[in-house]
């Protein structure tokens, strides 16, 4: 069992309290063409607005397959989780068929990257709030560069047209971190362009001229080769910075984007 390491800290510990902010955060009114996300993963009193606009279009599936960048440094490099997730909302099971049917050519069964990582565990309670008897599958990504990412989408598209399953792809990602308010928004926008173009080689291009410090590029390029897959369009639903609740002298960006399946 993957205990949380982040509650109480990132989001309220107490399961009444927790729910009641998750249920200011979100207004379910689920898009059944939605198949993937950008969803932001801070504490939630910063992202969970954000957030909580794209979990309100976030229909009910399979499974959700969770996509995070490692900031520990700890376990593989690229790595998924076999063990089922505890918050305080209650277990998240995790979708040990769809596990199995990932090829791991580079995905490795590996618990210690994701023993102290936030940026899948945030997103899980959102998913229990809206469905409580949610599946999931817990990627974490220490190597982030376009080929990796590329591998790791194809790794996820298969396991979904072996299993059959209707799974819905999360990225967790922040953006721009610790820049002017200003900054953040200028580099930001020019990085969600790339991004809702669908253009994976313009984003990582872009990403590098500026320098930006976008924490999960890696997940990001996965959602995006997994919409290109599924032949997708994609919009920006929301977009927030840290300054908007509190110092806008150092900020970080926070962006919520979907993925459609075209009708």
């Known amino acids: 069992m993957r205990r949380a390491v982040v509650s109480g800290q990132f989001y309220p510990a107490d399961p009444v309290n927790l729910n009641g902010m998750l249920g200011e955060f979100i207004q379910p009114s689920p898009d059944p063409l939605v198949q993937s996300a950008v969803v932001p993963h801070a504490g939630y009193v910063y992202s969970g607005k954000t957030a909580g606009k794209v979990y309100s279009l976030i229909p009910e599936a399979d499974v959700y397959v969770i996509v995070g960048p490692n900031h520990t440094g700890y376990g593989s490099g690229v790595s998924v989780s076999s063990e089922d997730w505890l918050t305080p909302l209650g277990v998240a099971k995790v979708d040990e068929e769809f596990v199995d049917a990932l090829p791991k050519k580079i995905i490795d069964l590996d618990e210690m990257a994701h023993r102290y990582e936030h940026?899948?565990?945030?997103?899980?309670?959102?998913?229990?709030?809206?469905?409580?008897?949610?599946?999931?599958?817990?990627?974490?990504?220490?190597?982030?560069?376009?080929?990796?990412?590329?591998?790791?989408?194809?790794?996820?598209?298969?396991?979904?047209?072996?299993?059959?399953?209707?799974?819905?792809?999360?990225?967790?990602?922040?953006?721009?971190?610790?820049?002017?308010?200003?900054?953040?928004?200028?580099?930001?926008?020019?990085?969600?362009?790339?991004?809702?173009?669908?253009?994976?080689?313009?984003?990582?291009?872009?990403?590098?001229?500026?320098?930006?410090?976008?924490?999960?590029?890696?997940?990001?390029?996965?959602?995006?080769?997994?919409?290109?897959?599924f032949n997708c369009s994609a919009e920006l639903i929301d977009y927030s910075t840290s300054g908007d609740v509190a110092d806008k002298s150092s900020v970080v960006g926070y962006a919520g984007i979907v993925f459609r399946r075209r009708k």
């Open 119 to 229: 940026s899948i565990e945030v997103q899980i309670p959102f998913l229990q709030h809206l469905y409580p008897d949610v599946n999931i599958v817990a990627i974490c990504m220490g190597l982030q560069d376009e080929d990796t990412s590329r591998e790791v989408s194809e790794e996820i598209t298969t396991a979904i047209e072996k299993t059959g399953k209707k799974a819905i792809l999360i990225a967790s990602s922040d953006f721009s971190h610790y820049v002017p308010d200003e900054v953040a928004r200028t580099v930001d926008g020019y990085i969600i362009d790339a991004i809702t173009s669908l253009n994976v080689e313009d984003f990582y291009r872009r990403i590098y001229e500026k320098q930006a410090s976008v924490c999960g590029i890696g997940p990001i390029a996965v959602a995006m080769n997994v919409a290109n897959y």
